[in-house]
Every structure is written in structure tokens, then in C-alpha cells.
């Protein structure tokens, strides 16, 4: 309900509707993305009355959506453009506007049509757009055919759970599971893989084939089924034997590196390894018969258990050898987290109800961290406001049981290097955030400068979103990891991973050399509202990814723990 509400707002601005009435839909949509209780049914019942922020008119058409699933109004808008059009909103820089000035003067209803129009120097005509524009929507055109079919981990995530549920529930399944990509962490999917053991696989793929999430039936056979959601996902299942099922859920796991290293060990050992099983490939060799989960066929290779997530060919095989594979962090090692946003800034929530958030998932601190007063497109603070929340949280922080907030800022990293605030300003907060929020044109090595020059200020704690990426919208700028890596080091600066979903920044394939230089991951969401908090558990499956063990991971430590380590200089850490 909630997007349809944002798509109409975003339809009106386009008809240059009158704003007032985009803002009405828009402020709709973040009411029922924030309500508390069913609103499903409220509509559906008629019951919104006296719901702050959604009128009659609004009320309407939630009950509309609630009762049948779809809404002619939104419908009727939608027919008015070229079903292409709404592909260029996924375009970075690109808005309402700007999509509208394309249509209306060079018909552009595609991203095919706004390529043609670039590369022909129509766009740089235009009022508004010029030369640098029409380079940027070239590059990020670019950027959106590499990630065709691509999706974010953070967004499948809830789906994949859904069908996980829905096919244990089946009376003919036993085992269920999850591979491929998904199953390994990957920061972004092309496709899902189920695995299922059954004695009835033909009835399971048939079945499979008509789960409510499915849009279209890609095929369906004696021991497999294809299908496209409807968010667009192609989704797989397999369907094989109890004891075919951990020789399938190793294979189809992957990654394709991992598996062929993987068969070449058991090749030296005499055997073949496939989806189905071992098979002896020498006189002497004798298949095993107690491998019943996946651990039993790397202890039969003699490997120590490999996590799916490190199943990359980087390294893992050797160490897991060597028995040297480190126990990596779980999501219920953390005791809290930092870089959180409120109503103070750019948030949706307010200081009270994020602490309230944080205790309701038994977390033993959060970390508060709004934007300082260069980054005013998202309501920065500035000195005067930031020392009032910081009494605020005092304030709270009386009235807690065995809970604390903890005071901090992320403040912008300016062009030089030098910070947003003062230290005199920066010094009286329990801990900073350094962030870069702008300026993302410069040269590697001078944004690998301006960065380091930020962690050598005593008062920086941590390094948010290092490069500044959104997945499958925008690249990150240019920087040298291994350069800041070391000076994380040098000057014991916590490095990030934001587990925002768009983000998980600092990327996984630079987690292992951090942890080998000393540096500390702390695992923040980038909460901007209640909900962002959950984030973490996507945030611990990325640093499983990068090798972290809980000793690696700053957030996984109590709360008396990190109050210590924030009172001593940075130094002595």
C-alpha cells in the first residue's frame, strides 16, 4: 500500500499536479509504512478514521487496496505514460522533474530512448542538464545494464524466508534449504535456488510452481521446477533424496571456484565429487557411508567445516586444511550499534522510539549519530542543536535500567580532510562518525588522503560507508582500500560496515586484511528509522563473509566494554 501511495505522488509530480497533494499521497505512504498495528485490515474494514495523516480521499483508496489488491486510480495514472519511463527514476540523479523536462521535450519513455538522446547531445541542451549531466546519466546507464536482473540481498531476504516457511509446511517435504548466492551472502542476486528432499519430487515441483509469489512457470519437470516471481526473480527448485541432499546443498551452494577446488581435493583422494555423491575413482578407494549433512563430506576430505559464506575459493580450502578457520560472528554475539539517525536530522523516528526499538530487540546500548550541518539536504545539525541532543540523551540515559544511549555525530569529512565541527565541539560527544557526503569526483589518491587525514583527528571512533557505494544505483568513488586500511591502523580508527541493504560498505572482500592489520569492524545499519535497526542481522552475514569473528567486531562487545573504550584516547587502545 505504502508504494502505491509513493508511486502516485511521483505520477501527480509528473502532471505537475498541484504540490500539496503530492506531499498528502507521500505523507500517506510514510504513515502506513509506520504503523504499529494491522492496517491491512483497518482499511480493509474501513476503520481509518481519525488515523493522523491519512484523509477521506486517502482512506478510500487504502480500502480499495486492501479489499482487492489493486487501485484504478494508480491504475488509470500509470496508462497515462510509457510503461519504460519508470525505469529512469532507478537512475541515479535523475527525479521527477528532470524525467518530466525528458518526456515532454525529446520523448524519452525508456532508458534505451535516454541512451539515444545522450550519445546524440540532446540531453547536454537541455535547461538544467549540460555537458557533466549528460555524462553522469551515461555512466549511470551503464551502471543499470550491468545490473539488469540484479537484486539486493537485504531486499530477497524477507521472500526468501516466506518460501523457506511455506516449504516446510509441505507434508511431502523433509529437509529444506536455501543455496546459491543467497546462501553465500552475496551483496547482490541474479537468481534464488531451493533445495528440498522428497519422495514425491514431481508432486513438490508441481506444487512449488504455484505459490502465491509466483508471477510465471519457466518449466517444470520430474525433478525441478523454474519460475519468475512477481518482483522479477527467477526462482529454482531441486528436488532430491534424503541422502542425496547434503552432496546437492554443497554443489548447488557454490561458489563454482569453491566447488571445482573442492572435486580436485577428492580427486587426489581417489574419489569423484558431484551433486549426487562420492564415487570411487581408484581400486582402493572406498565411498563413505555416513555422510549425512554437509559437514560429514569436507570431514571425509579432512577439511574443517567451511561456512557457506567463505565458500569463495580466497583462501578458505587452505585454512580449513590447516584447521585455522576463525569462529565467525553471529548476529546474537552483538550487544548494540552506532551510526543511528532520529527526527533530528533526516530520520523518521524520534530519539525515544529508537531507544525504545533497541531494547525491544535486547540490544544493551545504541549509538545516536545524525548528520552534522554541512549535509543540510538531510537537516544537519549544527553545534547548538547537537549539544541539546547530547543533554537529551544525559537526560535518558538517567531514567534507563540497563540500557544507554551513546551521544555521537556523523559528521562530514570536508574537501582538506578536516571535519564539520571543532574538536572543542567534537569532544564533549562519546564517540564520532567520520562520513564522506559530498565532493565525489575527487582523484583516488586525493579522497584516500582526505580520508586518512579525518581518522588522524583523535576524536574520529569510526569510518562510515568507506566508499560511498549504492548498489545497483551508483558506484563508489575512487579510493585505495589497502592505504586506508593501514591508516585505520596506524591511528586505531574503527572502520564500518554499514549494513544498510543499498550499501554494506566497507565490501567483504576487504574485511580479512583489515582483521589481519588489527582494525575493528563495527556492524551499523544506518538506521533512519526503527526499522533500519534490523538491518543487522544482513550486517552480520557480511562480516561472517569477511572473516570476522566476534573478537573482530567492536559492537559485539558490552556496554561497560565500549563506555571504557570510548574513554581512552586513541592512543592507548
Known amino acids: 500500500m505504502a508504494a502505491v501511495l509513493e508511486e502516485i505522488a511521483l505520477l501527480l509530480e509528473l502532471r505537475d499536479e498541484n504540490p500539496f497533494k503530492v506531499r498528502a499521497y507521500r505523507q500517506g505512504a510514510e504513515t502506513v509504512r509506520n504503523f504499529e498495528g494491522d492496517i491491512v485490515r483497518l482499511a480493509a474494514e474501513d476503520g481509518l478514521k481519525g488515523v493522523k495523516g491519512i484523509g477521506e480521499a486517502l482512506r478510500d483508496k487504502l480500502r480499495e487496496l486492501a479489499a482487492t489488491g489493486r487501485l484504478e486510480f494508480h491504475e488509470n495514472l500509470r496508462a497515462e505514460f510509457p510503461e519504460g519511463l519508470f525505469a529512469l527514476f532507478d537512475l541515479q540523479g535523475l527525479g521527477p522533474k528532470k524525467v518530466k523536462l525528458l518526456h515532454d521535450t525529446l520523448g524519452v519513455g525508456s532508458v534505451a530512448d535516454l541512451k539515444a538522446a545522450c550519445e546524440s547531445g540532446k540531453v547536454a541542451e537541455l535547461p538544467g542538464f549540460g555537458a557533466k549531466t549528460q555524462a553522469k546519466i551515461l555512466e549511470s546507464i551503464a551502471l543499470h545494464d550491468r545490473s539488469a536482473g540484479l537484486f539486493l540481498l537485504g531486499d530477497v531476504t524477507p521472500l526468501v524466508a516466506s518460501i523457506l516457511d511455506t516449504l516446510r509446511l509441505h507434508p511431502e517435504i523433509g529437509l529444506v534449504a536455501v543455496a546459491g548466492s543467497f546462501r553465500r551472502a552475496k551483496e547482490t542476486v541474479h537468481d534464488l535456488d531451493f533445495l528440498v528432499s522428497t519422495r514425491e519430487p514431481r508432486l513438490v515441483c508441481e506444487d512449488f510452481t504455484t505459490l502465491p509469489e509466483v508471477e510465471s512457470i519457466i518449466a517444470c519437470g520430474e525433478t525441478k521446477a523454474s519460475v519468475r516471481l512477481k518482483n522479477g526473480i527467477q526462482c529454482d527448485l531441486r528436488a532430491v533424496s534424503n541422502a542425496q541432499f547434503p552432496f546437492a546443498l554443497q554443489y548447488f551452494t557454490g561458489s ?38 554437509e559437514r560429514d563430506i569436507y570431514r571425509f576430505l579432512g577439511l574443517q567445516f567451511i561456512e557457506p559464506e567463505l565458500r569463495e575459493n580466497r583462501g578458505e580450502i587452505e585454512a580449513a586444511a590447516d584447521h585455522a578457520l576463525p569462529r565467525l560472528v553471529a548476529v546474537e554475539n552483538l550487544r548494540g550499534t552506532f551510526h543511528n539517525h532520529t527526527t533530528a536530522s533526516d530520520g523518521r523516528h524520534t530519539l525515544e522510539e529508537m531507544a525504545e526499538e533497541a531494547m525491544e530487540l535486547g540490544m544493551q546500548y545504541l549509538g545516536i549519530a545524525d548528520h552534522s550541518k554541512s549535509t543540510t539536504i538531510a537537516n544537519g545539525l549544527d553545534e547548538e542543536r547537537l549539544l541539546a541532543q547530547v543533554a537529551a540523551i544525559r537526560d535518558l540515559n538517567a531514567g534507563f535500567g540497563g540500557f544507554r ?24 560527544l562519546d564517540y564520532c562518525v567520520a562520513s564522506v557526503h559530498n565532493l565525489f569526483h575527487l582523484t583516488e589518491d586525493e579522497m584516500t588522503r582526505r580520508i586518512c587525514r579525518a581518522m588522524e583527528n583523535e576524536h574520529v571512533t569510526m569510518l562510515g560507508h ?14 585505495d582500500h589497502q592505504r586506508v586500511i593501514d591508516c585505520a591502523a596506524e591511528t586505531r580508527t574503527i572502520i564500518e560496515l554499514n549494513c544498510n541493504p543499498w550499501r554494506l560498505d566497507m565490501d567483504w572482500r576487504w574485511w580479512k586484511r583489515a582483521r589481519d592489520k588489527g582494525v575493528l569492524c563495527s556492524i551499523n545499519p544506518d538506521a533512519h528509522s526503527t526499522d533500519g535497526l534490523h538491518f543487522l542481522g544482513i550486517g552480520a552475514r557480511l562480516a561472517r563473509k569477511g572473516w570476522l569473528a566476534r573478537g573482530d567486531v567492536f559492537n559485539a562487545r558490552p556496554v561497560d566494554d565500549v563506555a571504557a573504550f570510548f574513554a581512552t584516547p586513541k592512543s592507548k587502545r
Request: aromatic letters at 8%; zero cysteines.
Open 405 to 428: 544511549l551513546f551521544a555521537g555525530s556523523e559528521v562530514d569529512i570536508l574537501r582538506d580532510g578536516s571535519l564539520d565541527f571543532e574538536d572543542g565541539i567534537l569532544s564533549q
Open 466 to 479: 568507506l566508499t560511498g557505494r549504492l548498489l545497483l544505483k551508483r558506484d563508489g568513488y575512487a579510493v
Open 256 to 293: 563454482k571456484e569453491h566447488n571445482v577446488a573442492i572435486r580436485s581435493l577428492a580427486l587426489k583422494k581417489g574419489f569423484s565429487l558431484n551433486e549426487y555423491g562420492f564415487t570411487a575413482t581408484s581400486p582402493d578407494a572406498v565411498v563413505p557411508d555416513d555422510i549425512h549433512e
